[in-house]
Nanobody
Framework: VQLQASGGGLVQTGGSLILSCVAS????????MGWYRQAPGKQRELVAT???????RYGDSVRGRFHISRDNTGKTTYLQMNWLEPADTGVYLC???????????????WGQGTLVTVSS
């Protein structure tokens, strides 16, 4: 199983970016998909997650500015980021709860991350 994240880059304060994450490989089912971010010297924090049923959670610092969605296959998630601030700078990591074997429960997988840099 692989999670391929893309869409990061350099943007000015107030700008927007769209991140995407595609899951591939032996996938029997996916529960939650989402994003965390890691900034230098800070703990990893929740950005947003979306369940297979469409339930969404946002981190407090992004609520109202970011929007997470998922395509009909359930294997791709998108993160629309608006009104970006320097504090949003970091590596955005894609994660998903994936079942790869009918005899086992879903387990967490992580992608390699995509860097978002917001300049002031």
């Amino acid at each position: 199983v692989q999670l391929q994240a893309s869409g990061g880059g350099l943007v000015q304060t107030g700008g927007s970016l769209i991140l995407s994450c595609v899951a591939s490989g032996r996938i029997l089912g996916i529960n939650d998909m989402g994003w965390y971010r890691q900034a230098p010297g800070k703990q990893r924090e929740l950005v947003a997650t979306i369940s297979s049923g469409g339930l969404i959670r946002y981190g407090d610092s992004v609520r109202g500015r970011f929007h997470i969605s998922r395509d009909n296959t359930g294997k791709t998630t998108y993160l629309q980021m608006n009104w970006l601030e320097p504090a949003d700078t970091g590596v955005y990591l894609c994660t998903a709860q994936i079942r790869t074997n009918w005899g086992r429960d879903h387990r967490d997988f992580w992608g390699q991350g995509t860097l978002v840099t917001v300049s002031s």
